[in-house]
């Protein structure tokens, strides 16, 4: 069973850091891309940030480019997103999403989600 | 990057068919067949419905079906059924980025 469990959301003042952990199990986790993809309260889906299988490939939505940085370590089926210079807009659900396919197929296409993990920025 | 324009909300009867619009540029949705649509019920996950314009993952019911036809892709719930209502998202390819639509209402009367 393919499960992600996301952990590292918090309360966190602007301008701040705070780094995102995702664990995944069930599958095998260097075989696919990666992403983040964020919701705000009451708010729609946003893509963050997806990194390809080997690391060799990402890519950030303008919204967080030059402040987040996304990164994985196969050797322990884990995907991160460090996130500095916070800001109020940042607040949101983040989801870690597997990519449906392997390697370099991407269609940015998430076919397992986990249950997210919220950040608050605020003074 | 500028999110795909869906309709805010659409309802329908059990048993009737309802449509959601997703519509982007060339450079998105017009561009490659790599639209997807995504169900979320309130409270959690967003769950794959469709994905390459018009495929289902396995378990989701043929009532579910995806189109496109330019910078255009669309969704169809046949035979609607209550536990239909939830919101709906587009997302496309982008290009080295995915960018998903505003989201829609689905409403069952």
């Known amino acids: 069973e393919v499960q992600l469990v996301e952990s590292g959301g918090g309360l966190v003042q602007p301008g701040r850091s705070l780094r995102l952990s995702c664990a995944a199990s069930g599958f095998t986790f260097d075989d696919y891309a990666m992403h983040w993809v964020r919701q705000a309260p009451g708010k729609g889906l946003e893509w963050v940030s997806g990194?390809?299988?080997?690391?060799?490939?990402?890519g950030y939505a303008d919204s967080v480019k030059g402040r987040f940085t996304i990164s994985r370590d196969n050797a322990k089926n884990s995907l991160y997103l460090q996130m500095n210079s916070l800001r109020a807009e940042d607040t949101a659900l983040y989801y870690c999403a597997k990519d449906m396919e392997p390697y370099d197929s991407s269609g940015y296409t998430f076919d397992y989600w986990g249950q997210g993990t919220l950040v608050t920025v605020s003074s | 990057q500028s999110a795909l324009t869906q309709p805010r909300s659409v309802s329908g009867s059990p048993g009737q068919s309802v449509t959601i619009s997703c519509t982007g540029t060339?450079?998105?949705?017009?561009?490659?067949?790599?639209v997807s649509w995504y169900q979320q019920h309130p409270g959690k996950a967003p769950k794959l419905m469709i994905y390459d314009v018009s495929k289902r993952p396995s378990g989701v019911p043929d009532r579910f079906s995806g189109s496109k036809s330019g910078n255009t892709a669309s969704l169809t719930i046949s035979g609607l059924q209550a536990e239909d209502e939830a919101d709906y998202y587009c997302c496309s390819y982008a290009g080295s980025s995915g960018v998903f639509g505003t989201g829609t209402k689905v409403t069952v009367l």
């Open positions: 060339s450079s998105d949705v017009g561009g490659y067949n790599y």
């Open positions: 990194i390809s299988w080997n690391s060799g490939s990402i």
